[in-house]
């Protein structure tokens, strides 16, 4: 279907980029794998670890971050040739973390139980160095449709791994996925004394490391990433 | 590209100007929603006390808010036991009254709400008392909900909640497991002392015989010192209260 769309875009406009062409497409999916904020560039640890326990507070916070990165690299775009460049960092400082006060809030009002858990780390995407990043390295440069697609990408390559520990976490930690005890359904199938043991150590922090770790494993034995 | 310094003042100001408008703006007509998901959440904590947080999970909110009007008669008493129903002039009620603000006045000076768990349309039927405590964890303030039975010495349940305390460790004072340990234990011993209920250091270890004891949190013993400090601090404070309930039941024995 994408490609459709481009081809008839194509055909209006010769000398408009396709809307999806295959250098946008590249800035959505680079950072998935290859170019990964959290597994390759290393930024971003801190909420990794703090909220990946469970399922649904991981999923709150890649939604907020998503939406943080792409509003913020859209907002710095629009306005990258009206910054003055000697107090640009504040501004886009600024502009973070008016965002993510946005998003608290919102939270406040309408997810009650999410913003008691996930307050403190929705106040620290302010200072995730994605967000800066994406806004230093390409938004200050770059046009705003090609900066939405940026952030996009930086987000969903954040979202996704978080969300890979949160899913190993709860299973193994609590037992459960999306809060659904599927530890006790297996039993409930087996029979009941068939026992699967939580793992505690899942729970604190030292688990997110290690699933971290062996995600960070697995994906350079596959792509032969090398830290020079 | 090299901007003027009026032009870089000039900036700062405008661009500070659109996002407080914006903050503030949202801030003002997200408030209302906010304080009724904060009340909501109040009252979540208050029956959580008495009834299976499964149960609350299962209702809606304005379920909670009819359960709450229709079961729970509240009121707020003072360190001696009197009730207390306007301050400088005003009249006060104890969904009002803020704990975690009168837990920084002086014991003798702060405010107590008592929430009464009554049979539906009945509140002479009480059910349990319920006294909201606060305190200090490890990293940052604790408070909850203690649920009395009528007898006003064996517990009936209690809720915890944590500003900030270590998930895994010391947040687990919110878990239901946590606190079902509660269930059924005396604050009062046989010659009438008040000695509240202790979290004994360590986990694992079986206290179902001792009336004055739970089972600890492994790793997280500050927070286990910090949820007994609370419920003693704030049973003594209830103390002239829960002797005056004592009397009333004896009357109403004889």
């Known amino acids: 279907m994408s490609t459709e769309t481009a ?19 590249k800035l959505i999916t ?33 939604l907020s971050v998503i939406f943080v990165i792409v509003m913020s690299n859209l907002v710095i775009s629009l306005l990258r040739n009206k910054i003055p460049s000697r107090v640009r960092i504040i501004v886009q400082l600024a502009i973070v973390a008016t965002l993510v006060t946005l ?64 899913f190993f976490r709860e299973l ?15 039993s409930g199938l087996i029979g009941e004394d068939f026992n699967l043991a939580t793992n505690g150590l899942m729970v ?12 960070i494993w697995v994906q350079r034995s596959k792509t032969g990433y090398v830290e020079h | 590209m090299q901007q003027s310094n009026a032009y870089v003042i000039t900036f700062s100001v405008v661009l500070t100007i659109i996002l407080g408008l914006l903050l503030s703006g949202t801030s003002e007509v997200l408030k209302p929603i906010q304080q009724k998901a904060e009340a909501l959440d109040t009252k979540k904590q208050i029956l959580g006390a008495v009834i299976p947080a499964e149960d609350i999970e299962a209702m809606k909110p304005d379920e909670i808010d009819a359960f ?15 009730e207390v129903t306007e301050v400088g002039g005003s009249a006060i009620t104890a969904e009002s009254v803020d704990v975690s603000k ?47 039975q009528t ?69 997280a013993t500050i927070t286990a010192v910090g949820v007994n400090n609370m419920l003693k601090n704030y049973l003594k404070s209830y103390r002239s209260y829960i002797d005056k309930i004592k009397e009333g039941n004896q009357v109403a024995l004889n």
């Open chain 1, 7 to 25: 081809e008839k875009v194509l055909e209006e406009k010769k000398d408009v980029e396709a809307f999806l062409s295959k250098r946008r497409k």
């Open chain 2, 151 to 219: 007898d006003v010495n064996t517990i009936e349940g209690v809720t915890f909640s944590h500003a900030g305390e270590t998930p895994g460790l010391g947040a687990r004072i919110t878990s239901r497991d946590v606190q079902s340990r509660y269930e059924g234990k005396q604050i009062f011993d046989d010659s009438g002392n008040l000695v509240s209920v202790d979290m004994q250091k360590g986990e694992g270890k079986d206290y179902s015989g001792e009336e004055h004891k739970v089972d600890g949190l492994s790793g």
């Open chain 2, 68 to 82: 709450y009007e229709s079961r729970i008669s509240s009121m707020v008493v003072n360190i001696d036991g009197e």
């Open chain 1, 103 to 166: 998003v608290n809030e919102v939270l406040k009002a309408f997810a009650y139980d999410m913003y008691k858990e996930l307050s403190v780390f929705v106040g620290l995407i302010i200072t995730n160095c994605i967000v800066m990043g994406r806004l230093e390295a390409y938004a200050m440069g770059n046009k705003p449709y090609d900066s939405i697609l940026d952030g996009f990408g930086s987000g969903l390559g954040y979202s996704w791994i978080i969300l890979a520990v949160a």
């Open chain 1, 30 to 62: 680079d950072p998935l794998v290859d170019d990964n904020p959290i597994t390759i560039q290393v930024l971003g640890i801190c909420s990794a670890l703090a909220v990946t326990t469970q399922l649904q507070p991981t999923m709150i916070m890649a």
């Open chain 1, 204 to 215: 604190s922090p030292v688990g997110a490391f290690i699933i971290l770790g062996l995600i």
């Open chain 1, 172 to 186: 193994l930690g609590s037992g459960s996925l999306f809060g659904v005890p599927v530890y006790d359904a297996i």
């Open chain 2, 102 to 148: 009168n837990y920084k006045k002086a014991p003798e000076e702060r405010l107590y709400p008592v929430f009464i768990f009554h049979a539906e349309g009945g509140p002479e039927d009480v059910a349990s008392y319920i006294f909201p405590v606060y305190g200090n964890g490890l990293w940052d303030n604790i408070w909850g909900y203690l649920a009395l």
